[in-house]
Structures are given as C-alpha cells and as structure tokens.
C-alpha cells in the first residue's frame, strides 16, 4: 500500500509499505479519501502536545469501504462505505481501526465529503450545543468562518436554528461562508477589530449570544466585547498561531462565559457518546438539513504542499487526500 511518511519533523515523504492486517476486534478500511486537518500539520511539525515516535503516518479522519475484518467482528460487514478517526495511519491506501470506530455513512455523502466530516462537524455540534447551550434564535459571531472548522459551525448553527455571523478574511472565504448559510459576512481584512465588535453588535441588536472562536490572536478582546447578556465566548483552538490574554472583566460585565471546548479529549474518553453525536449528524445529513461542503481533493504525493496551506491559512474549507 501507499502511505505518507513523516521520517522527521517538519517533513513528509510518500512510500510504499506493507499492507495492513486487521487484529481482533478491527476491520480495514480500503481508503478512497482522507481528510487533512490542521492538527495533522502541527504532529509533523512537532507543535502538538502528544508527539508520536518516528517515523508515522499522519491523519486521523478517513472514509471508505471495509475491506477486511479481524476476528469476533460482525459488524461493520465487508463491503459497508465508512467514515472513521483513527487518529494516526490515515494518510494511506489502507488503515486498521476498531470495528466500533467504523461508522457507516449515508448514500448522499460521497467519500470526500464524509473524509472530511467528522472533525469539523462533531467539534461544531459539541461545541455549539453541549458546551454553548445554543437555542434557537440566537446570534452567533463565528470567526475564521471560511475554514472546515468554521464553515462546520455555520452549517451546524444554522440546522439548530441559530442566526449566524461569518467573519473571514478574503472575498473567497466570504462567499463560501454565505453558500454554507450565513445570515451576514464580516471580512476581517477590511474591518478593525474594533470595527467588527461595532458591525457584530449591530447586526445582533446590542451583542451576540455566542462567539465561536478557531483562530484566537488580536482578534478574540474584541469579539469578546461583542457579547451581550449572558454570552458565551467559545474557545475552540488558536489558528492565528497567538493564545490570546482575555480581560476578565469583560466576562465580568453582562453575566458573560468563557467556555473551553475541547471535542478531541472528550470524544477519547467518553466514545459512545461521540458515536451518538456522529450518528445524529449524520441523519441530519441523510435528511437533508446538514449538507457538507465539497473539500478541495488532492492526490497521497501532494500531501506536504497541503499541510503547509492548512498552516498558512491559505485554505477555504476542507481539503481530502485521495490515496
């Protein structure tokens, strides 16, 4: 089989390998795309908090069929399309999961679209429901909007009947938040951050009720300042490569919430309720409420030049590997 190698930090090498075997209680998954997420950038470049031994094959979200099963396995059967986080080993032809991993995806989801769904998706739904407490009718300020994370959270915020805000920085990020759904755009290279809190509590009457934050850096005071009564201001990750300082007194004024969504840690430890959650995101799919967008797709030998544009923010959306 095919794979992408990291033989040392900060670089990435495509080989051929040996194929994987499934052990008891797996299955393996012939892969037909892989998507490449931004902490796939930062385990080759040894910026995570868990750094893997060398060498190892990068990415975590994967679909395809099931092509082999281990033993005491029954379920996914041979032949079912899955979606799957392996959380390493992605980057390859094929990849060995547990069978409980392997989650089967409705015909409507092609296998690029389902490779480069479950992250996005799921941080969303977690993030803006379990830890946001989002109703419908709210206002939410989602910034970094024209990314997979972002533009995950407009689609979710918008299926759970929430008003949204997209906040990008070009013309090209803009325009794939408002296909996604959002309800008004705020492009971040034009306005101060001063100049969207104004535009946010504009357009929301006085303050948004949520915040949903990917990027950090010196844009979060600001929409932290355009919360209203009782806003939540969602941490999820810091793109811009800054930790940002939050003033707390401007938690403090008007009963606000800082809230830190960490889907990764919370999806390891409590796994069933992680299926539950895919599984409901992906009968919103099946129905039509939630419809993914297409990802840029780009060839296993191609995978180095993608992790530097995912780092360097130069992606709209979502990007798939096909092996």
Known sequence: MRAVVCEELGSVVVTEA??????PGQVVIAVEAAGVNYVDG?????????????????????????AAAGAGVTEPAVGTRVVAMCGLGGFASRVAVPAAAAVPIPDRLDAARAATFVQSY?????????????????????????????????????????RVLAAASSPEKLAAARAAGAHEVADTSELTPA?????ARRWSD??????????????????????GNHGRYLVIGFASGTIPALPLNQVLLRNRSVVGVDWGA????????????????????ASGRLDPVPPRTA??????????????????GKVALIP
Do not use: C
């Not at 930062?42 to 099931?66: C, D, H, M, N, S």
């Not at 430890?269 to 599984?279: F, H, S, V, W, Y």
């Not at 060839?299 to 709209?316: G, K, M, S, T, Y």
């Open 206 to 227: 006085g303050g948004v009720d949520l915040v949903y934050d990917p990027v950090g850096g010196e844009i979060a005071e600001q929409a932290l300042r355009a919360l």
């Open 266 to 285: 919370w999806s390891l430890t409590d796994p069933l309720k992680q299926r539950a959650l895919l599984e409901e995101l992906l009968g919103l799919v």
């Open 195 to 199: 100049g969207l809190k104004e535009s």
């Open 18 to 23: 040996e194929p994987v075997e499934p052990g």
């Open 122 to 162: 799921s941080t969303a739904m977690f993030a803006l429901r379990n830890r946001g407490a989002l109703a419908a009718e709210e206002t939410v300020l989602v910034l970094g909007a024209g990314g997979g994370v972002g533009l995950a959270a407009v689609q979710v915020a918008t299926a759970l009947g929430a």
């Open 42 to 66: 930062l385990f080759v470049r040894g910026r995570y908090q868990i750094k893997p031994p060398l060498p190892f094959v990068p990415g975590g979200e994967v679909a395809g069929t099931v």
């Open 299 to 316: 060839p296993l030998d191609a995978a180095a030049d993608v992790i530097d544009d995912l780092l360097h923010r130069r992606v709209v």
